[in-house]
């Protein structure tokens, strides 16, 4: 029988606030998901109680996942710090599961404090994050490709589609699984193409994905991050939501990035955009390992032939100017759209041909960039 609501909401009636008032009378909880044994909701306190409401999320989570039918309960406690409320104390609260503290919402104010970083993740030598300016850039599709390029490269990779509002990985990758619970009841990510992939997109459904907000969205993604059984990664590739907006820069800089990749189109107008996403990560204290130029020009399916519709090299001039490496080209082609849209990734379906070696080029420039952190773990 399927896990209801209702069943949900009385098991949450037997844990007790902090002030004694069942949670489900506390006037705390978001809207509660509940799709095939899986649940997901929030709880919503003010920043300054937020400690005290850590066990109150244990509690919660261990009650709905007592739950006969529950595969997994991602419980987030998201602080709100409200105006004028005195500073919370430092990151003291940060628990695992997700207690944010409230400055981890806000935009950073400047560099971020060490105290704002999440830990490494045991067992992954480098996080990068793959982000765009805005959104139709084919950041994922880069995203994805990059990994197995990567993977070409003899490494262990892992993908995390963190693009909560609108999770491509799972149409991309063809994964219509939902990935199992292992002993430690963490999930198992899933294997396919010789990556250990994780995509909220796998857990919810993708109208739920869209109404998360912002200090859900963080964390829902700390918890992909650190309730995964990633295993032993070399780098694992974090495709993050498009745009450089609050919940971005909160990711970036909460994320224990060792590494960053934009991806720009030519036109004008992303590379704008794309100087925001370095503006981002500059401020967050997180290395951009570089730009690399999606749909750069048009590459004839029948022919070959080669033409520069958008006005080509715009990302590689912009990246000398700004400094930052410039990682290579990919050519608009019918082969990288359709391979997506089957679920088998070029580099997968056709790792002879031309594009498998761009996407390889591209990973060794990432590989050798971040070098010193794979080398050291
Ligand atoms: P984003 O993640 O930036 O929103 P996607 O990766 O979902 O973008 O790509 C948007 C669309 O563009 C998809 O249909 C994808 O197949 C297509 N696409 C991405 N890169 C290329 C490319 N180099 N050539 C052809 N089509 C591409």
């Given amino acids: 029988m399927s896990v209801t609501q209702q069943q949900v909401l009385d098991a949450l009636s037997r844990v007790a606030s902090p002030r004694g008032v069942p949670l ?5 909880l978001s809207a509660i998901s509940v799709t095939d044994g899986k649940v997901f909701f929030s709880i919503n306190v003010d920043a300054a109680e937020a400690r005290a ?30 105006p004028g409320a ?45 982000a765009s300016g805005k959104g139709g850039v084919g950041k994922s599709t880069t995203a994805l490709n990059l990994a197995l390029g990567l993977r070409d490269l003899g490494l262990r990779v892992g993908l995390l589609d963190a693009d909560i509002y ?104 992303s590379l704008i955009d794309a100087r925001r996403g370095l503006a981002m990560f500059k401020k967050v204290n997180v290395p951009v390992l570089g730009i690399v130029e999606n749909m750069s020009y048009f590459q004839c399916p029948e022919c070959g032939t080669r033409s520069d519709i958008f006005g080509h090299g715009g990302a ?11 990682l290579g080209e990919i050519p608009l082609h019918m082969s990288i759209r359709t391979t997506s849209d089957e679920g088998n990734p070029v580099v997968a379906s056709e790792p002879d041909g031309p594009h498998a070696a761009i996407y390889r080029a591209i990973g060794t420039k990432v590989r050798d960039g971040l070098q010193g952190a794979i080398a050291a773990a």
């Avoid at 489900?24 to 705390?28: K, L, R, W, Y």
């Avoid at 590689?316 to 410039?326: D, I, M, S, Y």
């Fill in 24 to 28: 489900t009378n506390a006037n705390v």
């Fill in 53 to 82: 409401w850590e066990s109150v999320r244990a509690q919660a989570e261990a009650a709905v996942r007592a739950i006969s039918g529950v595969s997994t309960a991602m419980i987030a406690l998201t602080a709100e710090r409200k």
């Fill in 86 to 130: 005195p500073q919370a104390a430092p990151a003291a609260h940060r628990h695992a599961h997700g207690v944010q503290p409230a400055s981890a919402h806000r935009p950073p104010q400047g560099a971020a404090s060490p105290m704002s970083k999440q830990a490494e993740i045991p067992g992954v030598a480098a996080v990068i994050a793959v």
């Fill in 166 to 269: 609108g999770p491509s990985v799972p149409r991309l990758t063809g994964i219509s699984e939902k990935p199992q619970l292992d002993d430690g009841r963490k999930m198992i990510p899933i294997k396919r193409f010789g990556l250990s992939i994780m995509s909220i997109g796998f857990l919810v459904e993708e109208d739920t994905a869209m109404i998360w907000r912002g200090p859900m969205v963080m964390s829902a993604i700390t918890q992909m991050l650190r309730d995964v059984a990633w295993g032993t990664l070399d780098i694992l590739v974090v495709d993050m939501p498009p745009g450089t907006g609050d919940a971005q820069l909160t990711l970036a800089q909460n994320v224990p990035l060792k590494g960053a990749v934009i991806i720009s189109t030519p036109q004008d107008l």
């Fill in 316 to 326: 590689r001039h912009e990246a000398e100017r700004l400094g930052v490496p410039f």
